[in-house]
Nanobody, 119 residues
Framework: QVHLVESGGGSVQAGGSLRLSCEVSGSTFSMYNMGWFRQAPGKEREFLARITRSGERTDVTDSVKGRFTISRDNAKNTAWLQLNSLKPEDTAVYYC????????????WGQGTQVTVSS
């Protein structure tokens, strides 16, 4: 069973930065493509970024491109999402996900970490 645990969320002021971590256990991390999503209150879950198994390819949604960066280290079984120049509208619960495919379906999910950005 693949187990994902996010950490690194918190409260920051607008313009600040956070680095979210997603540690994976229970399976071989390098087999999985990784993704990051968020969900704000009253809104649908939003895709943010994804990275291939080897890390050679990343995709970041246009709304956060240039501010958010996805990365991974297979030796540490961890993926990260760097959040820079945060805005109040970035406030949400952030989730990581894993899947063997690099598509739009994600089989494994973490429990989420809260990010709150104040103005």
């Amino acid at each position: 069973q693949v187990h994902l645990v996010e950490s690194g969320g918190g409260s920051v002021q607008a313009g600040g930065s956070l680095r979210l971590s997603c540690e994976v256990s229970g399976s071989t991390f390098s087999m999985y493509n990784m993704g990051w999503f968020r969900q704000a209150p009253g809104k649908e879950r939003e895709f943010l970024a994804r990275i291939t198994r080897s890390g050679e390819r990343t995709d970041v949604t246009d709304s956060v491109k240039g501010r958010f960066t996805i990365s991974r280290d297979n030796a540490k079984n961890t993926a990260w999402l760097q959040l820079n120049s945060l805005k109040p509208e970035d406030t949400a619960v952030y989730y990581c996900a894993a899947d063997l495919s690099f598509g739009i379906a994600w089989r494994y999910w973490g429990q989420g970490t809260q990010v709150t950005v104040s103005s």
